[in-house]
């Protein structure tokens, strides 16, 4: 758990620094609040296929414009969910988890000036699976993920973002839920990228 605080408490300050860096550039600012449907994703691993539930996700955007319609973004987002394994011979419940995406990006408008403006979104960041019982430790990932959508203005000050997104978990180097002493083991092994979907609409306010 010491490494994944040392890890998740490294990467945030590099987002912070960006950001603060890109903020003094800015000329726009724009907080988005949203929520939606995160997919659930499968894993083949050295347990048998590992299955995370779809389900309702939530969480927020903050832009900062840095010129030619492109804009440095940083979000978070958080699911809870259910974790479960397939070992062949019977599926079996394993416990329930929080998903937590920590991403920084750039987002590229197409129509800055119209009323409905598409756009691209490349990030890249980390992923936090955060078992819901102490008898099992967490694991935090690298995650690329591409995006498309729409921004739609209401008034010059507030406006609706929809946003469709694919998340890549990057597990390269192993997941591992561990158990605690006394717990039975559940270590959990793959080499591979993960795929999840995310569905949202975003409240749009410019702040500065």
């Known amino acids: 758990m010491t490494k994944q605080k040392s890890f998740s408490v490294a990467c945030l300050l590099i987002i912070l620094l960006i950001a603060g860096q890109a ?3 800015a000329q726009r600012v724009q907080l988005s609040p949203f ?4 997919t659930g994703s499968t894993v083949y ?16 955007n903050l832009d900062f414009n840095i010129g030619k319609n492109r804009y440095a973004e940083i979000s978070y987002s958080h699911m809870m969910t259910k974790l479960n394994v397939d070992e062949g011979s019977n599926e079996r419940y394993l416990f329930d988890l929080g998903v937590n995406y920590y991403s920084i990006g750039i987002l590229q408008e197409v129509k800055p000036l119209a009323k409905i403006s598409p756009y691209g979104l490349l990030t890249l960041g980390w992923v936090n699976y955060n ?10 990932k690298m995650h690329v993920s591409l995006a498309g959508g729409f921004r739609i ?13 694919l998340l890549m978990p990057i597990l390269y180097a192993g997941t591992y839920f561990s158990a605690g002493s006394g717990g039975t083991s559940a270590n959990v092994s793959a080499t591979s990228v993960a795929f999840q979907g995310d569905f949202t609409a975003a409240l749009v306010f410019a702040i500065k």
Request: charged residues 25%; aromatic residues 10%.
């Open 23 to 25: 903020s003094v550039q």
């Open 131 to 140: 078992p819901q019982t102490d008898d099992y430790s967490g694991e935090n």
């Open 153 to 165: 203005k209401a008034t010059e000050k507030i406006g609706l973002r929809l946003q469709a997104r």
């Open 35 to 38: 929520i939606g449907y995160e």
């Open 45 to 60: 691993t050295s347990l048998g296929y590992l299955y995370i539930d779809g389900g309702m996700d939530f969480g927020g």
